[in-house]
């Protein structure tokens, strides 16, 4: 009989500090469950959300005290979304490939994971130093970045974001911040500048404000867009960005995914701060999507062995997590 071995946190330190609009962090605590079914275990590991009042703790908490079947559709129903869902749901998928003697990737029906064009992210900071970082990370190879932006002077960083990297796509993330603002005039001064997206300009929850804007490039839901059940409040967004964390876990994540293309939406694939045990997942609904930003696990001080590793600007694939990939 499966059951729920372990749930622990683990701290993991930020490479220097990820900066957003919201704050800054120099770490992350993200939590790992174990299941077992006597035989073979299963690993996962989620992030807590905490804009939305998560914490590692309380997802530790949550999956000691689950009692409902261990079955990945049965969470759907028996378990909120959140991180603590997705740590379990992740763990069953990889306990069951185990068993199965088979990759995830086929479980799932899905194509064998390629190298992944991630995008990097640049912190929020003053011009000069995402200026730098953008230089910095292009000379890694990333060729796609993405830009933390806080609703004041943004021209003038993604202007010296530019300048940092002249040749790289580029995408930003408003995080909520240009709630007040002319979204519609911002988003054309910034396509001046190469910019091919802007996620969550507004607050989540108050997505009518979206309602004639009429903007020169695409707007993603983030903090918008959780599971299927928020596609319908969607209209005015263009693309979605899925990540397991919100979605609470791969089985949900994949059946996001197939609603909102089937619905005319464009598709990111994002992530949380964590280790590559959290990206294995979510690498394989990133297959096919319009943008990824799967560098969760780059932004670390180091990452678990076996671990997501970059190569010639592309995540190549580990061998952590879901029964060989």
Known sequence: MTRIISATVERWPVAGAFVISRGAKTHVDVIVCTVSDGVHEGRGEGTAIYYEGESAEGCVAALQAYAGPLERTALLTHMPRGAARNALDCALWDLEAKQAGVPVWQLASLDAPAPLPSAFTISL?????????????????????????TGEGDQARIAAVRAGAPDARLIVDANESWHAMDIAAEAAALAMLGVEMVEQPV???????????????????????????????????????????????????????????????????????GTSLGIAPAALVAQGADWIDLDGALLLAKDRDGGWALREGLLQPGMLWGGGQ
């Open 125 to 149: 900071g003053e011009p000069a130093k995402m200026e730098a970082d953008a230089g910095a990370a292009a000379a890694r190879g990333f060729a796609l970045l993405k830009c933390k932006l």
């Open 203 to 273: 607050i989540h929850g108050q997505e009518a404000r979206l309602a004639g804007v009429r903007a020169p490039l695409p707007l993603c839901a983030d903090e918008s867009c959780h599971t299927r059940a928020d596609l319908d409040r969607l209209g005015d967004f263009d693309a979605v960005n899925i990540k397991l964390d919100k979605a609470g876990g791969l089985t949900e994540a994949l059946a996001l995914a197939k609603d909102a293309r089937a619905r005319g939406f464009r598709i990111m694939v994002g992530c949380m701060l």
